[in-house]
């Protein structure tokens, strides 16, 4: 099965096989994501072995656009840079590879990111945590409950407002 995806020239042949050309998928990372392909083995992985370009199944069949709630003023358009210098607005990290990005307002989410759910339940915590980015109000200043640091209102946290609890995006991802 061949897949000609608009981050490369050549077609990408899929491959549900633990190797890529004589090496081990666990010693191959995926350009979009930057993980191990073996991360999501079982779907398997589309490449192009001449370049050593591979995609997760996943990751190559993200859609080009989406709506999401931490930008619902307009849709975000699937980009792939490399080596770009754009930071991600959820977890602050520099996107490289796969982002989803609104150049009118210059936001910018990864796609891993982006496919993180609104509201989770969290094992530190007894309620449903919501993920909430640059909530306006000064009252939102709350101690992260994991690391004991401040959040501010330009951090993305879970907060819990049933009793309080806010926890930074970073945090609870470490946890997971």
Known sequence: MELQHFSHNHPLIFNNDMQTNNHSIDETCC???????????????????????????????LPNEI?????????????????????????????????YDCVKCNFCIHSTCSSLPRVRKFECHQHPITLH????????????????????????????????FAAHFLCVHEEI
């Open 133 to 164: 980015i640059n909530p306006a109000e000064e009252s939102s200043i709350r101690i992260c409950q994991i690391c004991n640091i401040k959040t501010t209102p330009s951090c993305v946290a879970y907060y819990c407002t049933d009793c309080n």
């Open 31 to 61: 350009s979009a994501c930057g993980e191990n392909l073996s991360s999501t083995s079982p779907a398997g992985h589309y490449g192009c072995v001449e370049c050593k370009y591979f995609l997760h199944k996943t990751c190559a069949e």
């Open 67 to 99: 709506n999401h709630f931490f930008h619902p003023q307009h849709p975000l358009t699937l980009i792939a840079e490399f080596n770009s210098y754009n930071y991600c607005n959820a977890c602050t990290d520099l996107s490289d590879g796969f982002f």
